[in-house]
T-cell receptor, first 109, second 114 residues
Framework: GENVEQHPSTLSVQEGDSAVIKCTYS??????FPWYKQELGKRPQLIID?????GEKKDQRIAVTLNKTAKHFSLHITETQPEDSAVYFC????????FGQGTELSVKP | AAGVIQSPRHLIKEKRETATLKCYPI?????VYWYQQGPGQDPQFLIS???????DKGSIPDRFSAQQFSDYHSELNMSSLELGDSALYFC?????????????FGQGTRLTVV
């Protein structure tokens, strides 16, 4: 079935550094790739998304890249801040939304 | 703006009991998704509905059933509850199904089975 692999599972960076999270997907029909930030016990919050006809998208400190040929996409956070600490999920959608395993990002002051 | 509404927010049930979770999508959204998220895990897709018909089925146990009603709200019915069913249950809605549209999540229902 459809599968989304996400790495790393944990990531610790110093405040101000960059963080990169990578995902691969299996269903070539996937056409929408959102990234969610989730705090403990809360709902997933969309932080950025990219559609299959676009290779890169940026929103302030956050950027996402998509390589449809290789079926992988990445999240880049620059100038990280302690409030960026959370669990981040990638997802791929073709009909249903399939999530990656999550990355626990810790930004140390 | 109206968001996805889930009720109840918290639910405590005993083993072998039944539970019904409700989801009210954003107005005009025609697609509803249900997810189960255990502690420290990613949201697992259970089932989805588009225009009141089941559109996709994931890892939903046979003890669970769901439907989408004429007003587009959805209910997840869970029977013979087990301790392992304790989790956060999220509902999400979107406009359109097999297109690249954003799914909006409700605040979730925390189910505890004791």
């Amino acid at each position: 079935g459809e599968n989304v692999e996400q790495h790393p599972s944990t990531l610790s960076v110093q405040e101000g550094d960059s963080a990169v999270i990578k995902c691969t997907y299996s269903d070539s029909a996937s056409n929408y790739f959102p990234w969610y930030k989730q705090e403990l016990g809360k709902r997933p919050q969309l932080i950025i998304d990219i559609r299959s006809n676009v290779g890169e998208k940026k929103d302030q400190r956050i950027a996402v890249t998509l390589n449809k040929t290789a079926k992988h996409f990445s999240l880049h956070i620059t100038e990280t801040q302690p409030e960026d600490s959370a669990v981040y999920f990638c997802a791929a959608k073709e009909g249903k939304l399939i999530f990656g395993q999550g990355t626990e990002l810790s930004v140390k002051p | 703006a109206a968001g996805v509404i889930q009720s109840p927010r918290h639910l405590i049930k005993e083993k072998r009991e039944t539970a019904t979770l409700k989801c009210y999508p954003i107005p005009r959204h025609d697609t509803v998704y249900w997810y189960q998220q255990g502690p420290g895990q990613d949201p697992q897709f259970l089932i989805s509905f588009y225009e009141k018909m089941q559109s996709d089925k994931g890892s939903i146990p046979d003890r669970f059933s769901a439907q989408q009603f004429s007003d587009y709200h959805s209910e997840l019915n869970m029977s013979s509850l087990e301790l392992g069913d304790s989790a956060l249950y999220f509902c999400a809605s979107s406009l359109g199904h097999r297109v690249g549209t954003e799914a909006f999540f409700g605040q979730g229902t925390r189910l505890t089975v004791v």
